[in-house]
């Protein structure tokens, strides 16, 4: 039982380092251009130099949801993992890491709102470039969908012995 709540711990935290990356980071999609390779993310559009990603006014918004979605996704997996070490020291024997487990499911929820406006409204979109292709930014925000949904239900079904 230590073993496999150590092992969700772990997981947890890869899952939180993996979602600051991919928000912070400039890599959802790239691009190659004549000034050689570009890639844009949710905050930056970087060539050779960085600058703010020229978005139309008809898309604002949805960058605008993608960015907050992905912030509120990492808030939520830290408030999860604190609330998981809380009730690890709190829980009485035989209960189940319900608070922990949903928290983490709206983790999940944000992270597919999030990825799913991005994927519907940007994929493809770097000015003057070609032959464009997901980044890992994006990749790693996929896999973070993946591992909380599985944490999630962990939580939910993992009794405290």
């Keep these: 039982m230590l073993v496999l709540l150590a092992g969700i711990f772990v997981v947890h935290i890869a899952t939180v380092i993996m979602l600051f990356v991919s928000t912070i ?4 999609m790239v691009g190659y251009s004549s000034f050689g390779t570009a890639s844009s993310g949710l905050w930056l559009l970087c060539n050779n130099t960085c600058m703010q990603l020229p978005v139309s006014s008809d898309d604002e918004a949805s960058l605008k949801a993608t ?5 509120l996704s990492i808030i939520f997996s830290v408030i999860a993992l604190v609330m998981f070490i809380v009730q690890l020291f709190t829980l009485e024997k035989g209960k189940r890491f319900y608070i922990t487990g949903a928290i983490m499911l709206v983790c999940w929820m944000c ?4 990825v799913s406006i991005y994927t519907a409204r940007f994929t493809g979109n770097i000015p003057r470039s070609t032959n464009t292709h997901h980044g890992y930014c994006f990749i ?3 896999i973070c969908f993946c591992f909380s949904f599985i944490i999630g239900i962990l939580y939910l079904v993992l009794r405290k012995k």
């Design 25 to 28: 980071s400039n890599v959802w």
């Design 67 to 71: 960015q907050a979605f992905m912030i």
């Design 111 to 114: 992270i597919l709102i999030g």
């Design 140 to 142: 790693l925000a996929w």
